[in-house]
């Protein structure tokens, strides 16, 4: 009793019955058409179908119509009956192994609840199909079945059985090229890049027969030739042999044709670049063998965003709407002559610059480091620049940071651009207790890289800390029973807002008791006290080019010393103070991901000095012990030998006062430090990188005679970990070998260190970087420049792993093997383990 | 029966007050009722107390779920409106992403076509005119980043597209004393071919603030810029 679709009515609705349900009451789903008896309703009209796409919108019904019973003083009753999908109870899966049928039904989403349709039957079967074919098993059949579930209360359920018989994997045996001439059978089966013979040893890439990647492996047949000027080279046929030992055999037939060379490359429509420019770009000269692939990766690379090919020429000089067309005009004998026909458009200019899913960063923090601003010639490059540095600020995910081109106006000249970011974690707590050296050690760290120190006083921003003004805090608190040690620090990226100016402050306070082992009380009398403030700029430069940062830093330390004895002093009482500036040129031009570069190189050259008081302050620091003033003297004040008598009544000369000469040649410390560090990252292949890395130290005395300082120095060898220590000192990780043993015990006053390290990426998401590592490394420590020898390293090979999580910072383990000898134990170094936190080598 | 007692108690507390623990009985009986008369007053009271207890983004969910789900009801139009505010009172700060902002200015527009007469047009309009002016702070503050980093040049066109983008801001005045001051400076630093017509442009940018901010609280600065201009530019009329 349908009625036909022009003819509308109005009615009161009557009666609504639902016919046709198995799972739903009919209550629901009246109250879910929304129509309510007693209501107008025009039949057939808008609500009526409102109602039935309402309904399909479900996906839970197979039909859905409505019917008209019955029509009675204009009232109107309506039958809706619909068709119920069966749903899915329980999938059993033959034929593969109990563990993968779990990772199937994940994949392919056989979930119970799901509606079963015929599509979803077939698109399981393709699926399954697919997934063994590109595995190899060529001949894999997929059989599936629904039959009515009865064991569950559930009604209208089905249960779905697949089954699976992968059959046999499919080797290739041979691949057997006919009617190559000049390319040999060799050079033409590398050219299939997926498509392999079986051969033993290779088990990067195994040898299976998937259809698409065969045909695609064709084609690069065909480049092949191409390559190397055979333009009409094609596959006359091909033809696959089943072999009875479950391989096949691949018979390729082709057809070199000629060889062709470049003739006339013009250039049409070019107004911007001169034509020698452009040919000088293009690279490919008259008389040049043919080769289609080159020309059109010199013309545009659409593998590389960065590429310097032509279309990148005008993309980075704002041709945003030009396109660039190579096409053949003619072909004589056996040389062609090229056109390449150029549209350049208008140039187009940024108009608005955006910025969206910065959740907490402010936007000044974003907008001040985009190279693209508004007014600005479009450049592809810069687009691309601004995309890596914002990822290296450390705010946003870099694997997801999106450049959106919008509004492109080729008549106005215009476009913009909207940068997506997405907000990563930028805290780390690190909070942890444990028993070390005798006793509870409390350790307390915050560190916030998005810190908002205006919002300090403004409670509401406390979600949990005041973030987004691209400040970075960290204060850490760490105390036990025989020491203290408070640290602070705070780096403004933008010192006033204006410039790329950083500014950074830190200050530090400890206090350590001495510690009796034998007995486990601390001596409260003995003690030691250092405190430090560093304050620093560091600016951005525009020149030699603008990866340049020069920075500057003041520094200030004081040891005070009471009855506290260390190997470093001479004396046990008394102050060291230390006031030294650092001048520091460093480069960072590494690829968007601060955690693992793809590319790019970082290095950096530093000196630290002291003032040379030495050169004003009229002490001859060679001649102090024959003074009378640095001599051992009675409690009455008269010198005395060595035995402890006067001088005056033995006769024998006076003892130098080697703690009185200590603190004087140590009270202002004296010294500079030259370092120098340099590491490249080379993409090889896929994500696979190297790390080739060189660095350098050198500690020196401006007064010989007042001698290197016994701080500051270095210690080779181990994780680098820095532990704290009182002196100063940096610990320079060589992995194969035990922390700090490839140093004396006073510490190297020089070193060089090299390092190869091959780095592959197991993944790079937000939640946790994870990458793993082998490395070979050489580096060694000298106690003065005499015997300093670059050649004469410590060598080490190993491997190992690296786990990046944003709340726990970095952390990791290797193994290294040293092969030279250990200093203190002449004995090779053998395996170590490193663990690795908190730090980057 | 559990539910009804749970439903009764749900009303009851909604009724006190206490939208907290309400809300978590309407959320335990809510789906019982879909189907059913009650359901209808449920998710109201239940989209309600979120409101309440400032849950807003919930209670922009269950408002808006509630229109859809119901929209025959009398109470659609409070839900509208109860769904707008919500997302007004999610807008954050200017300086960070504005996507609930402008997710509120669209709700907002919904509820203003739909229910013109509605007794919270007023409130409607306020809300708009307050998120409308959030908008115009964050590219007014955006624009002025460009003169503070003495980007002169992004400046200017910020100004402009600001201007054009913006017509009746309440920053107009502001933005083109900054336009002013950034074409100030571009011109004053520039190099010396492209100098006299900098200046030139910063003349206009002069008299359009005069003609239209005659009383501009930053008209003597602006005028000591002029007066500097006008110095510079004899420089270029002795020449000629």
Known sequence: QETTIDKGEKYILGGIEVTGIKSYSEQTVVAYTGLRVGQEITVPGEQISEVINKLWGLKMFSDINFYITNIEDGKVFLELNIQELPTLSDVKITGVKEKKTEEIIKDADLKKGKKVTEGFIANTKNYLLNKYKKQGYLNTKVNINTVEDTDTTQTNAVKMVVRIDKGEKVKIKDINFEGNEQLKDKKLQKAMKNTKERALGRFWKKSKFIPEDYKEDLTSVVDAYKEKGYRDARILSDSIIYNNDNTISINIDVEEGNKYYIGDIDFVGNTVYTDQYLSRVLGIKKGDTYNGVLLRKRIQDNTKPDAEDIANLYQNNGYLFSTINPVEVSAVNDTIDFEIRIIEGKPAYFNNITVTGNDKTNDHVIYRELRTRPGQLYSKENVIRTIRELGQLGYFDPEQITPNIQNANPQEGTVDIEYGLVEKGTSQIELQGGFGGGGFIGTLGLSFSNFAIKDIFNKEAYKPVPMGDGQRISLRLQASRYFQNYSFSFVEPWLGGEKPVQFSASISHSINYRFTGYSGDVDKNQRFNLSGLTVGLAKRLEWPDNYFTLSHAFSFQLYDLKNYSTGLFNFSTGMSRSFAYTVALSRNSLFTNPIFPLGGSEFSISAKLTPPYSLFNNIDYGDLENQEEYQLKSSSGQLIDEDGNLVSESGKDPVPDEAKIGQTKIKWQEFYKIKFKGAWYTRLVDKLVLKTQGEFGFLGAYNNDRGIIPFERFYLGGDGLGNFTMDGRETIGLRGYENQSLSSNDGSTIYNKYSLELRYPLTLKPSASIYALTFLEGGAGFDNFRDFNPFNVKRSAGAGIRIFMPAFGLLGIDFGYGFDEDPFTNQVSGWQTHFIIGQQF | ?240
């Open chain 2, 1 to 240: 029966e559990d539910i009804k007692v749970k439903y009764e108690l749900a009303e009851k507390l909604y009724n006190e007050g206490n939208y907290k623990k309400a809300v978590r009985l309407f959320e335990q009986i809510a789906t019982q009722y879909a189907g059913k008369p009650q359901g209808e007053r449920i998710y109201y009271f239940m989209a309600d107390s979120y409101y309440n207890i400032e849950d807003y983004y919930l209670s922009a969910y269950q408002f808006e779920r509630f229109a859809k789900s119901y929209p025959r009801s009398e109470k659609v139009e409070e839900a509208l409106f109860y769904n707008a505010k919500s997302q007004y009172k999610l807008s954050p700060k200017y300086s960070i992403d504005q996507a609930e902002t402008n997710t509120a200015l669209e709700k907002l527009q919904v509820f203003i076509n739909k229910y013109p007469e509605s007794e919270h047009m007023e409130e409607a309009n306020k809300m708009t005119l307050e998120l409308r002016t959030k908008l115009e702070k964050k590219a007014f503050e955006i624009a002025k980043q460009y003169n503070r980093i003495k980007d002169y040049k992004a400046a200017i066109k910020s100004w402009e597209l600001f201007l054009s983008e913006y017509p009746g801001s309440v920053y107009r005045e502001d933005a083109l004393f900054q336009k002013m001051l950034a074409s100030y400076n571009l011109a004053m630093n520039s190099i010396y071919n492209r100098q006299e017509e900098r200046l030139n442009d910063t003349k206009s940018v002069y008299n359009t603030l005069k003609r239209f901010y005659s009383q501009s609280k930053y008209l003597r600065e602006a005028d000591k810029m002029l007066e500097d201009i006008n110095n510079e530019l004899e420089k270029f009329s002795k020449q000629s």
